[in-house]
């Protein structure tokens, strides 16, 4: 009896080991076929995106830096100047005089308002005496206003209209392309004060590797008709060459006008020559030299 129920027992384990091992071989049947199936489906990610063309998409270096997207505000530039001046003085006569004066203040715009044109505005509060002997006297008005068509960087030929100052010395206007290391003095110097000429002129002008040359014409205030017969006959070239980098500018020009006493300055100073009759006017021919090193000018 106790020899049965000892032979049963053991008979028993011995199944169970028997089950034991068949569902541990099951259990590691299933993890292989897993693992299996893991590799297969990496493999066939690894074969849709390869490893090389990632590498060096990873490591290839930016050719450009990025760049936003141009707004409507990027083509707009805005300028101006506020200028204050106290000085003392005395003339030839002894006569000693001292005074503080608010001398400039304007407002400059550029705008590209299209892709082959350019339009340029400047706005002058005119100064005077304080008090102002009338009212219309201080005033705001309509300084430089220009428009260029074309692209020089593009195609050399441009043509520009408007009311500024003529390409005559080294004056070049008061607009925002006007930059501010062109002018070194607050006051400006003989030469811009007597010959600067401000006009309502049209120039057809070239620019190509530095090289620059125009021919313009413009309504003078001098007549030699006389008699009201005002004709649109004055004229004036311009050439020159300028080149910039980072330590050096050097810019040199020439330039003729058929009109020397359209200027402002000799305008104010001989009005009695502003009909000169058949004597013909008196032409003049400027040249300038600019050279700029290390953010020194001369």
Not at 111 to 120: L, P
Not at 191 to 205: A, I, M, N, S, W
Not at 220 to 230: A, F, I, P, Y
Request: hydrophobic share 40%; proline share 4%; aromatic share 8%.
């Amino acid at each position: 009896m106790m020899k049965d129920v000892i032979s049963q027992n053991e008979e028993l384990q011995r199944r169970i080991r028997e089950l034991e091992a068949a569902m541990a071989k099951q259990e590691q049947a299933t993890k292989d076929a897993a693992r299996e199936a893991a590799k297969e489906a990496a493999k066939a990610l690894t074969q849709e995106a390869p490893k090389e063309p990632a590498k060096a998409a990873a490591t290839a270096p930016a050719t450009e830096p990025a760049k936003a997207k141009k707004g409507s505000l990027d083509k707009i530039q805005l300028g101006g100047a506020i200028e204050v001046e106290a000085g003392k003085r005395r003339d030839f006569a002894g006569v000693r005089t001292s005074d503080f004066t608010l001398t400039t203040a304007e407002f400059d715009f550029e705008a590209d308002v299209v892709t082959w044109g350019k339009a340029e505005l400047s706005l002058q509060w005119i100064s005077c005496s304080t008090p102002c002997a009338t009212p219309d006297t201080d005033k705001i008005t309509v300084n430089e206003a220009l428009i260029t068509l074309g692209k020089p960087e593009k195609f050399p030929l441009y043509l520009k209209a408007g009311r500024g100052v003529v390409p005559f010395g080294i004056s070049t206007g008061t607009t925002v392309a006007a930059k501010l290391e062109e002018t070194l003095t607050i006051t400006g110097p003989l030469t811009v004060e007597v010959f600067e000429t401000k006009e309502d002129y049209v120039l057809l002008g070239a620019k190509a590797y530095g090289f620059r040359a125009g021919a313009y014409v413009f309504n003078g205030s001098t007549n030699q008709v006389g008699g009201g017969g005002k004709r649109l006959e004055h004229y004036g070239l311009t050439a020159g060459y300028a080149v910039q980098t980072d330590t050096l500018s050097f810019d040199a020009g020439a330039d003729l006008i058929d009109s020397v006493f359209d200027s402002d300055g000799l305008t104010r100073g001989f009005p009695e020559l502003q009909n000169p009759g058949r004597r013909g006017y008196v032409s003049g021919v400027s040249g300038h030299v600019r050279l700029g090193l290390w953010g020194f000018s001369l």
